[in-house]
C-alpha cells in the first residue's frame, strides 16, 4: 500500500499506530469487496507527518551518502591522475639527465695507442758537411746627416755718420732707408731712434735736442721727422726728394 507515492512499511510504526491505520479499512462483510480492492476505490488517508518526514530524512540521507561517494571517488581518480602525471614527468625528467650527459658531457673517447714506427736499421752514417765560410758583409759608409736648412741673413752696411754737411743729406737718408727696410722696421719710433743714433755730435745733435725739447711728437712720425730734417740740413735751392716718400714705409 502506498500513499502519493510513498509506500507504506509496517515496520517504521509501532503496533497503535498500525491499528489506527488498519481501522480506517472498513472490513470486508461492510462493502462485499476484498480488502485490497476496497483500499483501491476507497482514498486513504494520508500518513502521518512523522511517518513523511522520515521517509524524507532517509531518502535525503541516501542522496547524501551517495554524493559523497561520488565526491570520494571522484577525488580518488584526480589523485590517482595526478599522480601517474608526476611519475610521467620524473621519468621525462631523468631521460633528459640522461641524453644530455650522454650527449653534452660524455668523456671523449681515448684513442687507440699508435704503435711507433720500427727503429732504422743502423747503417753507416754520412759525413758531416763542412761548415761554410762566412761571405764578407761590406761595411756601408754612414750616410751624412742632413744639413739644417739656414735661412739666409741679410747683410748690409751701416749707415754713414751724418756730419750737418749739406751734400751728404741725401746719401744719408738713402743708407738709412735702406737699412730700415732690410731690418723690416715697422713703428716710427723705432726708425726715428735708429735715424738719431747715427746723428754726429754738434750740428745735427743739437738740432735733435731741439726738436726733443719742442716737437716730441715728430719722434712719433717718422716721415715728418725726415721732412723736418731736409728742412733744415738740405740745400734750399734744391728740393729734398726724401721727404714726400721714404723707403721701407
Not at 184 to 211: E, F
Not at 228 to 239: G, K, R, T, V
Request: glycine share 4%.
Amino acid at each position: 500500500m502506498s500513499y502519493q507515492g510513498h509506500p507504506y512499511d509496517g515496520s517504521l510504526y509501532d503496533d497503535a499506530e498500525q491499528a489506527a491505520w488498519a481501522a480506517q479499512l472498513p472490513p470486508d462483510s461492510y462493502t462485499g469487496q476484498s480488502a485490497g480492492a476496497y483500499a483501491t476505490s476507497v482514498p486513504v488517508q494520508p500518513p502521518p507527518a512523522k511517518v513523511v518526514i522520515i521517509q524524507m530524512l532517509d531518502e535525503m540521507r541516501r542522496e547524501g551518502a551517495e554524493a559523497r561517494a561520488r565526491a570520494e571517488a571522484q577525488s580518488q581518480a584526480t589523485n590517482i591522475t595526478m599522480s601517474a602525471m608526476a611519475a610521467v614527468l620524473t621519468g621525462f625528467q631523468q631521460f633528459l639527465v640522461v641524453v644530455s650527459g650522454s650527449v653534452f658531457l660524455a668523456p671523449s673517447a681515448t684513442p687507440a695507442p699508435v704503435a711507433p714506427p720500427p727503429a732504422p736499421t743502423p747503417s753507416a752514417a754520412p759525413p758531416l758537411p763542412l761548415p761554410l765560410a762566412p761571405t764578407p758583409v761590406p761595411a756601408q759608409a754612414p750616410t751624412p746627416a742632413p744639413a739644417a736648412f739656414e735661412q739666409p741673413i741679410a747683410k748690409f752696411c751701416e749707415p754713414r755718420l751724418f756730419s750737418g754737411v749739406t751734400t751728404e743729406l741725401e746719401p744719408f737718408l738713402d743708407e738709412v732707408n735702406n737699412t730700415i727696410c732690410m731690418q723690416r722696421m715697422v713703428l716710427d719710433l723705432d726708425k726715428t731712434s735708429y735715424l738719431i743714433s747715427y746723428l754726429k755730435d754738434r750740428n745735427p745733435k743739437t738740432w735733435y735736442y731741439a726738436i726733443k725739447a719742442h716737437s716730441p711728437h715728430l719722434l712719433s712720425d717718422y716721415h715728418a721727422f725726415v721732412a723736418e730734417l731736409c728742412h733744415s740740413f738740405a740745400d734750399p735751392n734744391i728740393s729734398c726728394c726724401h721727404a714726400p716718400k721714404v723707403f721701407g714705409t
